[in-house]
């Protein structure tokens, strides 16, 4: 009898030692946890405005550990921790180009509205606001637009009117790329008469991609002209504000008018630092549909092989990053391909394609940028 009770006594420790030691990777776990979201915080995005100087370095070296942290949260429902985490990180997956892993963090954070709603008001409205961005760049934009009204009416309610302006934005986004027009435009001209009516001034970032948004939705409706005035302010503005991301962004709309009115050399010159930005900042999305745009200047310049190399490493970024097109965005997509198929007798074009999709991004990258600016066929020297 003594032998069992002396064993029971011996699991019971053994029990207890592992219960403390459970405990105490515990604290570690949260000690941890607490850390990134400092770190998350200082380095993200403070204010979740709709520009960013691209995704912070620090962040980057970070991310496994940002995900462990995530992860404790959601796994300890600390909704507190869970919110600000999420709020500090959502604008750096939106310029990473990571969609899907923002979008499952933000959703599994969203699924539990905070109890106490006073005390994380500002991160529940960052997080709403985050998990609509995110649901937008995957595609649903029902979600997103039920997301970004969610947030847009706890901002109304707490008369919060930077946020205001910052959610109408992405609202009124989303409502473009849904096709939604008139209620895209609705919502960017109320955010920029909040911004013109600024005691000091509207604020530079804030405007720029208001006028971004403008110039977008002009150009789904194909109103050319005015797309192009509304870019080219937008990017004066951005330059001005050393807004690195937005100049990028802008750029690439730029040439994308061009190349639907069919001008080529002129969408040249913007894809190229467009191109060049993206790979500075590795915003994979960017470099993907610069590569798409670059190649539809190779194939009017008469470089149908090229095109096809670039188009292949394109589709491979596209499809790695899960990209879902809205319908503008498809065609164009679409469009550039079909182009860039007539152009090769199919077998050679599907081999090209093929080589090009096997190419490390950063020579893709390297043949759009050094051969931009030739004007000369497939055999000919490249003008320098």
């Known amino acids: 009898m003594g032998s069992w009770i002396t064993m029971l006594e011996m699991v019971h420790e053994y029990a207890r030692e592992r219960l403390a030691e459970r405990a105490g990777q515990d604290v570690l776990r949260d000690r ?31 991310r496994n550990n940002l995900r462990a942290a995530l992860q404790w949260a959601l796994q300890c429902q600390d909704q507190e921790l869970v919110l600000r985490l999420g709020a500090a990180l959502w604008l750096f997956w939106e310029v990473q180009g990571d969609y899907a892993e923002g979008h499952r963090w933000l ?6 509205p905070p109890a106490d709603q006073a005390g994380l008001a500002g991160p529940w409205i960052q997080v709403l606001m985050g998990a609509g961005v995110l649901a937008g760049e995957m595609g649903d934009f029902s979600l997103a637009v039920s997301r970004l009204e969610e947030s847009l009416a706890l901002c109304r309610e707490a008369g919060n009117e930077r946020q205001i302006s910052t959610v109408l934005v992405w609202l009124a986004w989303a409502a473009g790329e849904m096709g939604d027009y008139e209620r895209a435009i609705a919502a960017y ?24 948004g403008l110039g977008n939705v002009a150009q789904y409706r194909e109103d050319f002209a ?31 008018v061009a190349e639907h009115l069919g001008e080529y050399e002129q969408a040249a010159a913007p894809l190229h630092e467009s191109l060049e930005l993206a790979w500075e900042l590795r915003s994979e999305e960017h470099i993907a549909w ?20 670039l188009l292949g490493r394109a589709e491979r970024l596209f ?18 391909i ?11 074009f599907a081999a090209l394609w093929a080589a090009g999709a096997a190419l490390p991004l950063e020579q893709a990258v390297e043949e759009g940028l050094g051969e931009y600016d030739s004007g000369t066929s497939e055999d000919g020297k490249m003008a320098r």
Not at 50 to 59: D, K, M, N, S
Not at 107 to 112: I, K, M, P, Y
Not at 291 to 305: I, K, T, Y
Not at 319 to 336: D, I, K, Y
């Open 32 to 62: 941890h946890a607490r850390y990134y979201m400092a770190l998350a915080e200082r380095f993200g995005p403070l204010s979740g405005a709709p520009t960013a100087e691209g995704p912070p370095a620090r962040l980057e070296q970070e």
């Open 107 to 112: 959703e599994a954070a969203v699924r539990t």
């Open 189 to 212: 001209e109320e955010c920029l008469g909040k911004e013109e009516r600024r005691a000091d001034g509207p604020r530079l970032g804030m405007k720029g991609f208001i006028l971004n």
């Open 226 to 256: 005015v797309a192009r005035a509304y870019l080219e302010e937008s990017l004066a503005i951005r330059r001005r504000a050393g807004d690195s991301y937005g100049v990028m962004c802008t750029l690439h709309n730029l040439a994308s």
């Open 290 to 309: 610069n590569l798409l745009g670059m190649a539809d200047v190779f194939r009017a310049r008469g470089r149908p092989a090229q095109a096809a190399r």
């Open 319 to 336: 499809r790695s990053l899960g990209t879902v097109f809205g319908e503008a965005n498809r065609q164009t997509h679409e469009q550039t």
């Open 338 to 348: 079909a182009r860039a198929r007539a152009a090769l007798p199919e077998e050679e």
